[in-house]
Structure formats: C-alpha cells, structure tokens
C-alpha cells in the first residue's frame, strides 16, 4: 500500500462528531460536559467503545486520563501520542478538544481498517478536564501526569461552588483508574495534537491549517475582597467598605496594564458577589485574573503591577485583599521538527498553512514540557470558541485530521 495516498474518512469523522455532540447538548446548540460530571462519564463510556472497535489497549489512570494503544513493531521505540481533551466549557462548544479526540480516532480507525503495521507503538489520549471550567485549574490530567501538580491536590480541588470535590466526583463516574498517572510510565516519543484555532487569522486570511510554533504561557489568580455589608438605604455613600466596588476598579487595572504592557492579554472572566443582593452592599467578591504572553517574565511583571494597584484600591476602600497564585505553566515553543513536520505535511496535501502562535491553552502546554510535541490547528468561524455557536466546517476537521494522520504515519514509522 502506498501509504501517501491514505486519507481520512471525513463523513465517518463528521458523523463521529456529531454523535459526541448530543452528549450534553446545550438548547443553543452547544455543549455542557465538565469533567467528572455524568455527561463526562457518558462521553467516556462513548471513547472507549470506539476504542475498543479499533481493538486499541485501554488504560485508565489515577487522574482519569483514558489512553487507547496500537502496538508497534517495535516495542522498544518509543510511542507516538496524539489526543487532547473530551471535556467542555460551561457552557462550551462541540469541537475544543474534541476534534482532538476524535481526529485521533479517525486516524486510528484509517490505520486498523488498512491493517498498518506501524513501527512504534501509537496512543490515543483523552486527557482529564483541560477546560478546568468547573473544577480549576485547567489542564489538571496532564499537569499531574507532567508532574506539576501531585495528584493529591488534585483530588482535593472543589467545583466552581464550593460543593463537590473532584477526587469523588472522578470516582463516582467510575474513571478514578489505578494505574500511576505519571509520563514516567510511558516512553513517549513525539506527541501531536490537533485543535480548533479558537482565534480569527486562519478564518480572516482563509487558510485551511494553522502551524503554531508554540503556547503562550498561563498564568491563573484567584482574589478574595472582604467588605463591610450594611443596608444600602441608611448607609452614607462616604465611608462604605464595597467589595463589589472595590472589584470594579481592579477589573480596569487589569485591562489598563495588559494595554500598557502589550505583548499580552489579560482577563477577568470569573466573579462571585456576596451576598449579591440589590440592597446589601456586597461584603465578599471572589474574581480570577487569567494572564497569557509569549514572555513568562513580562506576564509575571504584569501580575505584579496588578497586585501594586490592587493593594492600594484595598487600602483606599477599606476593603481586605487575599491573592493566591492558581495556575501557573510556563510558555511551550514547540520542537521545530515536528512544527516544521506539521508544515511540510500541509503542503503536500495541497492545504494552505500559516505558521502562528497558540493563544489558546492545550494539554501540549504541559506535555511539550517531557516530550516532543507539536499542535495542528483548523479555522474556528469567526474566531469564535469558548461559545455555544463555535464551529469549523467538516471539511476543515477532515484536511486538520488528514494532516495528524500523515505525521503520525512519518513519525512513527521512523527508526
Ligand atoms: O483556557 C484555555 O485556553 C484552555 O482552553 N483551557
Ligand atoms: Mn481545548
Ligand atoms: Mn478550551
């Protein structure tokens, strides 16, 4: 068989797709599927059957973290690793992470109907809650199975509120495996990831594939003010101690300071207000500060700039203040064989490719810190994601897919 000529099968991928769609559908057309929830578990029962029709070896470990393997001829090379996440946003859409997962599949299925024998071993991964939308922080299986996090703390994060925790929750959907979650485990040689875009250039300059060099860092806060509640009536303007108010001027220092330094971004995109009534002023707010760059040093100055000013908003407002650093993974520059890899692939299927960088965090943040890695990207419509109404033409999930199935072919056939 001449292996150049094999492609995917688009409408088994578009119909596989659609299938993982109605598992959690939202009424717009999106999906709600947090980690450890029971759309999660369902989702997962899904994989591993299709897993298992590719007759992949299933293993589960102790972070939930699925892998399907293919053996290779050769045990004793190391394997190639492709996947990303199953898990949603709350409320997300249905291809973040999950034409990930699923182009994999198609990539495994092409490979086992067309009896390939592939030199080294091939691993499907669906890593366990990457959104970190419900339970923070994002990444949590591959940042355990990286080892920056132990699994211990993990265990021990509460959902977004306060009621669950993920270790039983993990368990409960019965995916708390028992094989070491550790990378240690695995002798990983190259791993690929392929993903939805989520930004605007390849959809703005119609380019069918994105090549990025790498992953912005990340860095996550999370802050707690404390206020003084009191009746809004009989209480004078002057001399309030608003946690609410105190909040809004440092939601504009966050946006001031990501435009005066440049070369970053900067977001609060989570708040809790107490007791969030419209007649008691607000004596407790919990926000997070999500911080990106390619220069983790510049993003760290740019926390601690935040900091300076919230402090002094703190003091001014009467108002007591409590950071704590959630999440922090360094910027990943990806390894430029395989980016170049990723390129040179495109262009021999006649696909137009971009080299660019990924604002968007992945598993391959925390992967690419032991292994090779390398990430292939597809045009999100409009730039949209994190949103109900994400999407990417069928079409561009199969060119993204036939591009993983033509790395995964030449990584893993070579010596
Ligand atoms: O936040 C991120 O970029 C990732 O999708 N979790
Ligand atoms: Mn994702
Ligand atoms: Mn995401």
């Keep these: 068989m001449n292996l150049s000529e094999l492609r995917v099968d688009g409408a088994r991928l578009q119909s596989t797709i659609e299938e993982s769609a109605r598992i959690g559908k939202t009424e717009n057309n999106g999906l709600i ?49 492709t996947g990303s996440h199953f898990d949603t946003q709350r409320p997300g859409g249905r291809f973040d992470g999950i034409l990930g997962v699923l182009g994999a599949l198609e990539v495994m299925r092409v490979i086992s109907e067309n009896n390939i024998q592939l030199e080294r071993d091939l691993i499907i991964v669906d890593w366990t809650n990457e959104e970190g939308g419900w339970f923070s922080p994002a990444c949590m299986g591959s940042g355990v199975w990286v080892g920056n996090h132990t699994k211990e703390w993990a265990y021990a994060r509460k959902d977004r509120d306060g009621v669950t925790v993920f270790g039983e929750e993990l368990e409960r959907i019965g995916y708390k495996g028992s094989f070491p979650c550790s990378h240690k485990e695995w002798d990983i040689y190259a791993a690929f990831e392929l993903h939805i875009e989520q930004g605007p250039q390849l959809y703005n300059e119609k380019i069918q594939i994105g090549a990025p060099k790498g ?21 004078p303007m002057i001399g309030r101690n608003d946690a609410l ?88 520059p990806f390894d430029k064989g395989l980016w170049d890899r990723v390129v040179e692939t495109s262009e021999e299927l006649g696909y137009s490719c971009k080299r ?13 810190q032991v292994t090779r ?4 990207f597809v045009p999100s419509i409009n730039g949209r994601s994190h949103v109900e109404v994400e999407d990417t033409p069928y079409e561009d999930c199969e060119h993204g897919a036939n591009v993983l199935l033509h790395c995964i072919l030449k990584t893993a056939n070579e010596a």
């Excluded at 440049?262 to 207000?273: D, F, H, P, R």
Aim: some cysteine; aromatic content about 8%.
């Design 215 to 235: 992953i912005l860092c990340l860095h996550w806060y999370d802050i707690w003010l404390e206020g003084t509640a009191n009746q809004v009536g009989p209480t």
């Design 33 to 81: 599927r947090c980690a450890a929830t029971d759309e999660d578990k369902i989702g997962r029962d899904l994989l591993v059957k299709w897993y298992r029709e590719c007759g992949c070896e299933i293993t589960i470990d102790e972070m939930g973290n699925i892998f399907a393997k293919r053996p290779g001829k050769n045990p004793k090379l190391g394997a190639v690793m």
């Design 356 to 368: 660019m960088v990924s604002g968007a965090g992945h598993d391959m943040s925390e992967v690419n």
């Design 245 to 332: 108010l105190a909040f809004s001027e440092m939601n504009i220092v966050v946006n001031k300071v990501a435009h005066q330094m440049g070369n970053m971004v900067g977001t609060v995109g989570e708040i809790q207000n107490y007791p969030n009534s419209r007649n008691i002023i607000p004596d407790a707010v919990h926000f997070t500060v999500d911080i990106r760059s390619w220069d983790d040093a510049h993003a760290v100055k740019a926390w601690e700039m935040m900091k300076k000013e919230f402090e002094v908003i703190a003091e001014r407002r009467g108002c007591p203040i409590r950071t704590e650093e959630t999440w922090k993974v360094a910027h990943a």
């Design 373 to 376: 890695g390398a990430m292939i």
